[in-house]
């Protein structure tokens, strides 16, 4: 079941930048632990970046690490990616992630324990 919303999706040219939102109409994520996956088409759901209920620990995997920042405002009950210096490796749907664990949203995501939303399609080309 969805229970987030993605968007700020789109195209864009090699180097530019995309910030992408996931808020969450019908629960509070002020507790929650937030995470962004990706998936490109023929493989399989990675994990991007991810962060715990308060935004001030953040970790990101090795390909985005220094072009992306995950960011949040409890306040907005909102969640973002601000995605600089687009490659277009980094084509794919962005799918926001939601659950009390770090560690699940990190490396365990559970749709029994979490929340995903319906993904965001980004696509980076000239």
């Known amino acids: 079941q969805v229970q987030l919303v993605e968007s700020g999706g789109g195209l864009m040219q090699p180097g530019g930048s995309l910030r992408l939102s996931c808020t969450a109409p019908?629960?509070?994520?002020?507790?929650?632990?937030m995470g962004w996956y990706r998936q490109a088409p023929g493989q399989g759901r990675e994990w991007v970046a991810s962060?715990?209920?308060?935004?001030?620990?953040?970790d990101y995997t090795d390909s985005v690490k220094g072009r992306f920042t995950i960011s949040r405002d409890n306040a907005k009950n909102t969640a973002y990616l601000l995605m600089n210096s687009l490659k277009p490796e980094d084509t794919a749907i962005y799918y926001c992630?939601?659950?009390?664990?770090?560690?699940?949203?990190?490396?365990?995501?559970?749709?029994?324990?979490?929340?995903w939303g319906q993904g965001t399609q980004v696509t980076v080309s000239s």
């Open positions: 019908w629960f509070d994520i002020s507790s929650y632990a």
């Open positions: 962060c715990d209920s308060t935004g001030e620990t953040t």
């Open positions: 992630y939601a659950d009390l664990s770090l560690d699940r949203v990190r490396s365990r995501p559970n749709a029994a324990t979490g929340y």
